[in-house]
Nanobody, 115 residues
Framework: QVQLVESGGGLVQTGGSLRLSCVASGSGSSFQFMAWYRQAPGKQRELVAS???????NYVDSVTGRFTISRNNTNSAVFLQMNSLKPEDTAVYYC?????????WGQGTQVTVSS
């Protein structure tokens, strides 16, 4: 069983930065796939950034050049560095990982960007 703990959300002004973390507990928690999603009020959850075990990354157009997904050297934690934040980035952010073919979600962390 893998448990994910997210942290790093908060309130920031437009143009500010935040770094989200998603750390796994449980033996052998090596991610094959990792991603960050977000869900704003009244909207569907959307994929923001993803990374596969080879290191290949992908971003939604709206965050390209501003957000960076990364991982630690044991593939047991994933991060999202968010720069030049905009009010439209306001949402609950969730990490999602796959471990040994099973999918796990974090509990979500609120990011609020004030104008």
């Amino acid at each position: 069983q893998v448990q994910l703990v997210e942290s790093g959300g908060g309130l920031v002004q437009t143009g500010g930065s935040l770094r989200l973390s998603c750390v796994a507990s449980g033996s052998g928690s090596s991610f094959q796939f990792m991603a960050w999603y977000r869900q704003a009020p009244g909207k569907q959850r959307e994929l923001v950034a993803s990374m596969i075990s080879s290191g290949l990354t992908n971003y939604v157009d709206s965050v390209t050049g501003r957000f960076t997904i990364s991982r630690n050297n044991t593939n047991s934690a994933v991060f999202l560095q968010m720069n030049s934040l905009k009010p439209e980035d306001t949402a609950v952010y969730y990490c999602k990982v796959s471990v040994r073919g099973n999918v796990y979600w974090g509990q979500g962390t609120q990011v609020t960007v004030s104008s």
